[in-house]
Nanobody, 120 residues
Framework: QVQLVESGGGLVQPGGSLRLSCVAS????????MGWYLQAPGKQRELVAT???????NYADSVKGRFTISRDNAKNTMYLQMNSLKPEDTAVYYC??????????????WGQGTQVTVSS
């Protein structure tokens, strides 16, 4: 069915930048809201940023002014530009999409996650 493939994670020094990508593929009728989430070891997954199909965005307080979420609806792709990275940003970042099928079913799809490590 629908699957999300993430890329762009890696090791970066504090203050550096990284850009994550999430590409949706499969039997997609429409993708509504999308978002990025992070999960640190031993902790619950938490929201980083969301974006609607119309481009409205929402950010966690901890990343406001540093991260930018965007999407290209024609390519079924979402991005997370991460600037001024801090060691506290170290986590696995997951892509999430709310998908609508042609029959009207709605469901959530998660990506496999990509590791972001911020360390000197």
């Amino acid at each position: 069915q629908v699957q999300l493939v993430e890329s762009g994670g890696g090791l970066v020094q504090p203050g550096g930048s990284l850009r994550l990508s999430c590409v949706a593929s499969g039997s997609i009728f429409s993708i509504n809201g999308m978002g990025w989430y992070l999960q640190a070891p031993g902790k619950q997954r938490e929201l980083v940023a969301t974006i609607t199909s119309g481009g409205n965005t929402n950010y966690a307080d901890s990343v406001k002014g540093r991260f930018t979420i965007s999407r290209d609806n024609a390519k079924n792709t979402m991005y997370l530009q991460m600037n001024s990275l801090k060691p506290e940003d170290t986590a696995v970042y997951y892509c999430r999409a709310y998908v609508s099928s042609r029959s009207g079913d709605v469901y959530t799809v998660w990506g496999q996650g990509t590791q972001v490590t911020v360390s000197s």
